[in-house]
Nanobody, 123 residues
Framework: QVQLVESGGGLVQAGGSLRLPCAAS????????MGWFRQAPGKEREFVSA???????YYADSVKGRFTISRDNAKNSGFLQMSSLKPEDTAVYYC?????????????????WGQGTQVTVSS
């Protein structure tokens, strides 16, 4: 079992930045791929970014060049650095962990999910 807790959400003006930590407990975090997804009201959960155990990274086209994913296995933590935020980035952001070799862009690749943190970007 892996427990995930996101933090760092809040209200920010367009053009601003936020950093979302994801703290993991339970099994060794280094053995898992980590993903970030988001869900806006009335919309389906969508892929944002992922980082494999190998440190390969992936981004949705909508956030490429603005968001950076990273991990610190020694601290059992992952991070999503978000810059140049836009109102359309407003959503609940979830981190997830999974051990399977799978398409990391889909929710089904992940076994464990955090409770989410709200990010609101005002125009």
């Amino acid at each position: 079992q892996v427990q995930l807790v996101e933090s760092g959400g809040g209200l920010v003006q367009a053009g601003g930045s936020l950093r979302l930590p994801c703290a993991a407990s339970g099994r060794t975090f280094s053995g898992y791929n980590m993903g970030w997804f988001r869900q806006a009201p009335g919309k389906e959960r969508e892929f944002v970014s992922a980082i494999r155990r190998s440190d390969s990274t992936y981004y949705a086209d909508s956030v490429k060049g603005r968001f950076t994913i990273s991990r610190d296995n020694a601290k059992n933590s992952g991070f999503l650095q978000m810059s140049s935020l836009k109102p359309e980035d407003t959503a609940v952001y979830y981190c997830a962990a999974g051990a399977r070799m799978a398409n990391v862009r889909i929710p089904g690749a992940y076994d464990y999910w955090g409770q989410g943190t709200q990010v609101t970007v005002s125009s």
